[in-house]
């Protein structure tokens, strides 16, 4: 029995008759985008870029968090600038160009520069203007996925778009192989860059794509002032049970990943993984993730995105005590030296949770949101989780002071509370019988 919103958007049927080519181009912006994202992964090709620079626990711990926090942070500020705008493609448009020009600049200093400061330098600050052009896109982007999208298809045009993107996110990590082990012509940090070109090329492509979606114009709201905008986001978690119960779960998701960006490393510094099972990992991870998508986008449609994110969440807590108990018990098993090859079992397991998260974390959003209040819900959760990723930049001084597996309990703790918080939600798609 599949759900159907309880909240009918009067966009979606403006919507209909450009469904299928809103579709194909969502697709399309979104695979290509998670196939240049697998060749510079942040959690292993670029932690382990950083690594090999020598750079500190904190500036790899670093990696992760400012990603992901300049994706949400900004959004809640962004919501009151859009209010007032019915359509917001060129809004996404303009981000598009400064991220196209912060990949490429990435990529000319690794495949120019030795130096390991300058190389540490010039990768942090156009990744840093990416991160936060992509946090000004991503509302414009969510507002217009849930115009041209119905409710009911949300979970297979997600699921679609992280189904086709792991399936070139394969092919890409034998591209990350190759290239770290030096067999595509380019020696350290310039295979490095080789990689990072051909994901900005990759990014450009991906963007340009998402230009062709027919968007319809949306309702606007008279713009009050910040102050008053914000006055009225605070007082969304006290009045709605249900949102406050999701900004928990995906709260306590994002600050369990204060590991991921050391699975790589740890695997490397304490299991004695070489540069070629970074390619490995990859592989795993992504591949995970692709079989999963099979199965998340089903639930979506037909359970609902409450059940996919409860999944999710419990994939997570494996996921965690998995890596923590991974040293001890490999050795005390007596197999030491196939430790680093099982440890791949991790990165499929963040593989399949990332994507349900993915899944389930912005369709049940977009199903919680109000269509009036639809950029202010968004805005405030991708705000407030933006503040949740920006404190697991802290996990380098934690590694240095609990250990790489004192990390892995804590984001294990993490995780239970998130599966907790999740089971609390309530479906907000009735059930309807089709037939």
């Not at 699921?159 to 591209?175: E, I, N, P, Q």
């Not at 102050?227 to 986001?233: D, E, I, T, V, Y």
């Not at 969304?236 to 049970?241: G, L």
Request: net charge positive; glycine share 10%.
């Amino acid at each position: 029995m599949p759900v159907s919103s309880g909240r009918a958007a009067s966009g979606e049927a403006t919507a209909l008759p450009h469904l299928r080519r809103n579709f194909i181009v969502g697709v399309t912006n979104g695979a290509l985008s998670l196939m240049a994202e697998s060749l510079t992964d942040p959690a292993l090709v670029l932690t382990w870029f950083l690594a090999r620079l020598s750079a500190s626990n904190l500036l790899i711990g670093l990696v992760v968090p400012l990603r992901d926090a300049g994706w949400f942070l900004p959004q809640l500020f962004v919501a009151h600038y859009l209010a007032k705008l019915p359509h917001k493609l060129p809004t996404y448009t303009a981000m598009s160009v400064v991220r196209g020009l912060a990949w490429l600049t990435m990529a000319v200093v690794t495949l120019t520069q030795r130096s390991p400061t300058v190389l540490i330098v010039g990768f942090f600050v156009p990744y840093v203007v990416n991160s936060l052009a992509s946090g000004w896109a991503g509302l414009p982007f969510m507002d217009i996925v849930a115009k041209t999208i119905p409710a009911a298809r949300r979970g297979s045009y997600f699921g679609t778009r992280l189904l086709v993107g792991g399936a070139l996110s394969v092919a890409g990590s034998l591209v990350v192989r190759y290239a770290l082990s030096e067999q595509l012509g380019r020696t350290f940090p310039a295979n490095v860059g080789q990689l990072m070109a051909i994901a900005a090329l990759l990014t450009v492509v991906s963007l340009y794509a998402f230009h062709f979606v027919v968007e319809p114009p949306g309702e606007v709201r008279e713009v009050a002032s910040l102050s008053a905008h914000l006055g009225r986001a605070a007082g969304i978690p006290r009045r709605d049970r249900n949102f406050r119960f999701f900004l928990t779960t995906r709260v306590m998701l994002m600050v369990a990943q204060i590991a991921t960006p050391f699975f790589a490393v740890y695997a490397s510094r304490e299991l004695g993984a070489g540069p070629e099972m970074v390619g490995v990992y990859l592989a795993a991870n992504t591949t995970a993730a692709l079989l999963s998508n099979l199965v998340w986008s089903r639930i979506s449609d037909w359970r609902g995105n409450r059940m996919v994110l409860r999944l999710a969440a419990g994939l997570g807590l494996t996921m965690a005590l998995l890596a923590w108990v991974s040293g001890p018990s490999t050795r005390a098993w007596g197999w030491t030296t196939a430790a680093a090859w099982l440890f791949a079992i991790v990165f499929a397991f963040l593989g399949a949770f990332q994507s349900g998260a993915s899944v389930g974390g912005m369709g049940l959003l977009l199903d919680i949101a109000p269509t009036r209040d639809r950029a202010l819900y968004v805005g405030l959760a991708n705000s407030v989780l933006g503040v949740a990723l920006l404190s697991t930049s802290v996990g380098g001084l934690l590694v240095d002071w609990l250990s790489y597996r004192g990390v892995f309990l804590l984001a294990t703790g993490c995780y239970a509370v998130g599966l907790w918080a999740a089971t609390q939600l309530h479906e907000p798609r009735r059930v309807t019988r089709v037939g």
